[in-house]
């Protein structure tokens, strides 16, 4: 049942909502509010891996619930995000293996994923990524060298959250997801219709804050969607060791929100449920749990060795349900992409690459008195000490290499 | 939904409130009624609700903060004034209260949420150490998360397990949050006021055993004071005070600690020994110049705390002040804390939490000539 079409609620006081919001669409559909918010028996599915569209029927919906297929210039701005996500994915992890870049998590194969996640926002909108979602990130309008200098290991973060909308991509996993139901809640006082996106992996699912999160956001009735990227490994801990529900989206109802299951490798299904969801919330109908499947095409990182804890049969297989080919091949057939519309994109793309290259390949000179200013907005005394103290050390290893220069 | 509530003005927003705050101090202070007994239950509580009033974008909550107004009563009557959108209770999970304030802050609010006691604060631990304590630095100063998390700490009231450690040394070893405690009735509106008014992230340690402790004070002037120095910026934070001048020898106390310390010094000055107690009022920032300033003039020091002693604040006191005051020390500087034991129970409490006798046999040590 879902996330259905044509279910909105109004948005009342948090304390009623939620049964409200319940009350009418079991009352609206004649099913019981567990039918109401479990997802559907099959992930959604539009475009198959081959690039066909998939028959209205056996897309996975319930009847009468079906997503109508995103506009065509919707889909050609996700292949071309697709397309330049995944070359800055390749680019970074060969920036990597340079030594340019300390670690590079690549979402190389999880691109629909995170070309979906920051297409279904407005710029009023927020989002919460981890550390894999950089090309998220990016598609959200960041530049991609300031995403990256988090990996470049000259600071720990390269945008401003509150310019773009975009949290810190944050490592301790689902803490996050506070903070967007945090952000979520304030604009809902404020009266705005802020939609705030949320992003955690499979293994995440495991953490307390998961919990604490979603059922906030139940609670608090906030327009916060939960969207999970099961790409099947927590490094190399697979998801059967995580859960044993039917399936993450599962986990929704018992927070008293609904969840739908979408195939993580097709772009068409990922905006068409993401769409929907961002359009609900902002009316209203509260948190929403969206569960991609896809899978880690990669290792971890460059520091983790996959071969040790999956078969490169299974690699292989997920390999033919590439979300960028797919796209390419649905796009081409339907007459939406020849080779000069290609061209251009790979062009983009290249272009964004070299941009890459030019701005991790720059020695961007540290400053060491940059640790201590910006601790505190009011710096206390302890710091300013040290800071002199720094800089004392400095300034005399600086006399000593210049005596040491005269003295040749 | 609600026009009320708008963006903070100092952090992360645009919409000024610092006018609306000025004038709505001014208005309050109207009501000024002179000294008179005051909790410091009350204190803190008079100082949410007067924050509340000034700056829209205060929000409360916690756990059993709304109807009921806290365990300890601090937040009552707030949801009565100021509506359950701005003083609420949340689900029971701590991580859940500090992880959306996080959230809050960023998006133009001003938290002050209640951790129920400081033993129910550890759920929350991540959030505040990798995020409440990181996100300035982490953003160069972009995202500024002004938020208070009000911790009741501390022994004395013959609590059962869980409901009486000294957490503070946790979040004071934590770069990047401020730790407040006030030990007196007026600090703890003024100290708390501007712990809502920093852009920095503050700890707010009560020490639950003086939530009942009464000073004569007078609320209206406090608040009057308050409105004086949001405009000359005169706060606070790393200031120390000397809550009792004497001669002879330093007690330096924070918290709960300082009435205990101040009953030492009044038992000593019976004997015939002038000891001066400093009350550290912010543990971060200290403050290094007072406490120092007394132990050059002293010539000895005793350090006081509730919290065990081992790799605590009571131990950095003792390193800050030795590296400061080495040549002007008759004595090893002594300390006395809790024994390096967990929090015990009520029937045990006496024996565990630094006494008036204690501290006197510690000062006796402290290499007297004759």
Redesign the interface.
């Known amino acids: 049942m879902t996330i259905s079409a044509d279910h909105t609620a109004t948005d009342t006081p948090s304390t009623a909502a939620p049964e409200n919001a319940l009350t009418e669409a079991v009352q609206k559909f004649g099913i019981t509010v567990e039918d109401y918010m479990l997802p559907a028996r099959h992930q959604i599915q539009m475009v198959d891996p081959d690039g066909s569209l998939k028959p209205k029927g056996e897309q996975g919906t319930q009847p009468g619930h079906e997503y109508p297929v995103p506009g065509d210039k919707e889909l050609l701005e996700a292949y071309e995000q697709l397309v330049v996500g995944r070359r800055v994915n390749d680019q970074n992890s060969a920036l990597v293996r340079q030594g340019r870049m300390a670690v590079y998590p690549s979402s190389h194969g999880q691109e629909a994923c995170q070309v979906a996640a920051a297409m279904c926002l407005s710029d009023g909108d927020w989002m919460f990524p981890t550390y894999r979602d950089a090309v998220a990130v990016m598609t959200r309008g960041v530049d991609p060298v300031q995403v990256m200098t988090i990996f470049r290991g000259d600071w720990h973060g390269g945008y401003d959250p509150l310019k773009y909308k975009v949290g810190i991509q944050c490592t301790p996993l689902t803490t996050q997801l506070l903070h967007a139901v945090g952000v979520a809640h304030a604009a809902k006082l404020r009266g705005e219709d802020t939609v705030v996106l949320a992003m955690c992996g499979d293994g995440a699912t495991s953490e307390g804050d998961f919990h604490e999160a979603l059922n906030f956001a139940a609670v608090f009735h906030l327009p916060v969607i939960f969207f999970v990227q099961n790409n099947k490994y927590a490094i190399s801990v697979p998801l059967a060791h995580q859960s044993v529900a039917p399936s993450l989206a599962h986990k929704a109802v018992g927070y008293g929100m609904a969840g739908e299951r979408v195939d993580g490798n097709d772009v068409v299904a990922l905006l068409a449920v993401l769409d929907r969801a961002v359009k609900l919330a902002r009316e209203g109908s509260g948190p929403l749990l969206v569960e991609a499947n896809t899978y880690r095409m990669q290792a971890h990182t460059n520091a983790d060795d996959d071969t040790r804890y999956r078969e490169s049969a299974e690699v292989a297989e997920w390999r033919a349900k590439d979300p960028v080919n797919r796209m390419r091949t649905y796009l081409t057939d339907r007459g939406l992409l020849d080779d000069d519309g290609e061209a251009r994109i790979r062009e983009h793309a290249e272009a964004v690459a070299a941009q890459l290259r030019e701005g991790l390949g720059e020695d961007v000179p540290v400053d060491p008195q940059e640790l201590f200013r910006h601790v505190f907005a009011v710096q206390t005394p302890q710091l300013k000490e040290q800071s002199a103290l720094l800089a004392d050390e400095l300034a005399r290893d600086a006399a000593a290499n210049d005596s040491k220069e005269a003295g040749k | 939904?609600?026009?009320t509530?708008?963006?903070s003005s100092e952090?992360?927003g645009n919409v000024s409130a610092a006018t609306a705050r000025a004038a709505a101090s001014a208005a309050a202070s109207a009501e000024a009624t002179g000294p008179q007994p005051v909790t410091m239950a009350k204190a803190l509580n008079t100082a949410l609700a007067d924050a509340m009033h000034a700056d829209s974008s205060v929000?409360v909550f916690g756990e059993d903060v709304g109807l009921l107004g806290g365990v300890f009563r601090i937040t009552d009557g707030l949801t009565a004034t100021f509506g359950?959108?701005r003083c609420f209770d949340?689900?029971l999970?701590e991580?859940?209260i500090?992880?959306?304030?996080?959230?809050?802050?960023?998006?133009?609010?001003r938290?002050v949420i209640e951790m129920q006691f400081d033993a129910f604060a550890y759920?929350a631990f991540?959030?505040i150490v990798?995020?409440v304590a990181?996100?300035?630095?982490?953003?160069?100063?972009?995202?500024?998360l002004p938020m208070v998390i009000r911790i009741p700490y501390g022994g004395g009231i013959g609590g059962v397990e869980h409901h009486c450690d000294s957490s503070e040394s946790y979040y004071a070893h934590t770069?990047?949050l401020?730790v407040y405690t006030p030990a007196t009735v007026a600090d703890g509106y003024r100290m708390l006021r501007e712990a809502i008014d920093?852009?920095?992230p503050v700890v707010f340690m009560e020490p639950k055993k003086m939530y009942w402790t009464k000073d004569s004070v007078d609320l209206g002037e406090l608040r009057r004071l308050h409105t004086e120095g949001t405009t000359t910026g005169r706060t606070s934070?790393?200031r120390a005070a000397v809550a009792r001048p004497g001669t002879d020898a330093t007690l330096i106390a924070y918290g709960p600690s300082v009435p205990t310390a101040l009953a030492a010094a009044e038992a000593a000055a019976l004997e015939g020994r002038s000891l001066e107690v400093i009350d550290v009022r912010t543990i971060?920032?200290?403050d290094?110049?007072t406490v120092c300033e007394s132990v050059r003039k002293t010539g000895r020091a005793v350090v006081i705390a509730e919290a065990h002693g081992f790799a605590s604040v009571s131990s950095e006191i003792v390193a800050r002040v030795q590296e400061r005051c080495f040549h002007y020390l008759a004595a090893p500087i002594r300390r006395v804390t809790g024994f390096d034991v967990p929090y015990p129970a009520p029937k045990l409490e006496k024996y565990y939490l630094p006494g008036v006798d204690r501290i006197l046999d510690a000062v006796d040590d402290l290499q007297w000539e004759n």
Do not use: Y
Not at chain 2, 98 to 109: D, E, H, K, L, R
Not at chain 2, 134 to 144: A, E, F
């Open positions: 939904m609600s026009p509530i708008t963006t952090a992360n929000l359950e959108q949340t689900p999970a991580s859940g500090v992880g959306m304030a996080v959230g809050m802050a960023i998006n133009g609010m938290p759920p991540e959030q990798s995020h990181k996100m300035h630095n982490r953003t160069k100063g972009t995202v500024k770069a990047g401020k920093s852009d920095d934070e790393g971060v920032p200290f290094d110049e």
